[in-house]
């Protein structure tokens, strides 16, 4: 199957994790908190997780430190081997896929968690909930359209969630927090359970 992301996606991204642009970074603080608010409240015995485009590994190897299997995927070949390499002492409790994330299906395995941050492919949504076990938690972060009002993030529209996008795009899961911020940054993030 050809990939639908055009080949200089893959080359630009592998390119960033080859000069460690992002490399081994603490995990973001809003999964930090979403652990400790809902994630290990409503699954103190741990489960399996997913970690859509995570790179080189930051939030799945926090995942994986807290007694969770993650299964780590990202569409640079560099990413990858930087996470494997970063998680070395976790390899028991991870996986690692190489996938065109743009084209992401469930194909029957599901999870009590699956982690999305900084990735936005509208198309996929369906597959996320579908890859979701009942109870299950979908934890996503990325940038709205505010942020072209500030530096850094992307500007290309479609990789920028709309006003309340994110909010209504997974109105059929039950929706534990939702915030949009707009100080020094253009960020939506969701907590929201399959009911």
């Known amino acids: 199957m050809e990939d639908a992301l055009p080949q200089h996606e893959r080359e630009k991204w592998n390119k960033r994790y080859r000069e460690a642009t992002h490399g081994t970074q603490p995990p973001d603080q809003f999964l930090i908190d979403a652990f400790d608010r809902y994630i ?17 590994g930051r939030h799945a190897i926090f995942l994986a430190s807290k007694g969770w299997n993650v299964l ?7 990413g990858i081997e930087n996470a494997s390499m970063n998680a070395d002492s976790l390899a028991g409790r991870m996986e690692f896929a190489v996938e065109d994330l743009t084209r992401f299906q469930a194909r029957g395995r599901q999870y009590e968690l699956i982690l999305v941050f900084f990735f936005l492919q509208r198309e996929i949504f369906p597959e996320l ?12 972060k990325s940038y709205t359209r505010h942020q072209t009002n500030f530096k850094g993030g992307p500007t290309n529209p479609d990789f920028l969630f709309a006003e309340n996008e994110l909010l209504n795009t997974f109105r059929d899961l ?8 707009i100080r020094d940054c253009g960020m939506a993030e969701l907590v929201a359970q399959k009911i």
Not at 72 to 78: G, R, V, W
Not at 129 to 140: D, Q, S
């Open 40 to 56: 290990d409240p409503i699954f103190p015995n741990k489960g399996g997780a997913l970690d859509v485009a995570g790179g080189t």
């Open 72 to 78: 780590l995927t990202d569409i640079a070949e560099q």
């Open 129 to 140: 909930v579908k890859a979701l076990k009942p109870g299950g938690l979908l934890i996503y």
């Open 174 to 181: 039950r929706i534990l927090h939702y915030a949009e911020l």
